[in-house]
Nanobody
Framework: QVQLVESGGGLVQAGDSLRLSCAAS????????MGWFRQAPGKEREFVAA????????SYADSLKGRFTISRDNANNTVYLQMNNLKPEDTAVYYC?????????????????WGQGTQVTVSS
C-alpha cells in the first residue's frame, strides 16, 4: 500500500501561483510513477501532469503546458505541482496518484493509489 496526502491548496486570485505537495508513505516511493489529476464540479476527473519514478520524464495536459510544472523529491517521498498564472478555470480538487505501470500515465484507470485531494479555488 501507498498512502498519499496532498496539501497546499487554497483560495487565490487569478494570476497567482500555488505549489501543491503530495507526501507519500508506505512502499518505496521511487518505485512509482506519479501523476496529478483534477476534478472540477460537475466534470470528470482529468489528467494534469505525470512524472516518471526517477524524475527524468514529465508529461502534461496540452492545455496546461507552460503554466504547470511537476517535480519530485525521492529523498523526501514527495511530488510537487507548481501552478503559475492561475485562472478561474483551474478551480478544482487536485489529486495525486501513484502507479507502478509505465504506460498510460495520462489515464486515471492505470493508477493504483490516490490521495484524498486538495481544493484549489481561483477567483477572478
Amino acid at each position: 500500500q501507498v498512502q498519499l496526502v496532498e496539501s497546499g491548496g487554497g483560495l487565490v486570485q487569478a494570476g497567482d501561483s500555488l505549489r501543491l505537495s503530495c507526501a507519500a508513505s508506505g512502499r518505496t516511493f521511487s518505485n512509482y510513477h506519479m501523476g496529478w489529476f483534477r476534478q472540477a464540479p460537475g466534470k470528470e476527473r482529468e489528467f494534469v501532469a505525470a512524472i516518471s519514478r526517477g524524475g527524468g520524464r514529465q508529461s502534461y495536459a496540452d492545455s496546461l503546458k507552460g503554466r504547470f510544472t511537476i517535480s519530485r523529491d525521492n529523498a523526501n517521498n514527495t511530488v510537487y505541482l507548481q501552478m503559475n498564472n492561475l485562472k478561474p478555470e483551474d478551480t478544482a480538487v487536485y489529486y495525486c496518484a501513484a502507479t507502478a505501470k509505465l504506460f498510460g500515465l495520462d489515464q486515471l484507470i492505470y493508477y493504483d493509489y490516490w490521495g484524498q485531494g486538495t481544493q484549489v479555488t481561483v477567483s477572478s
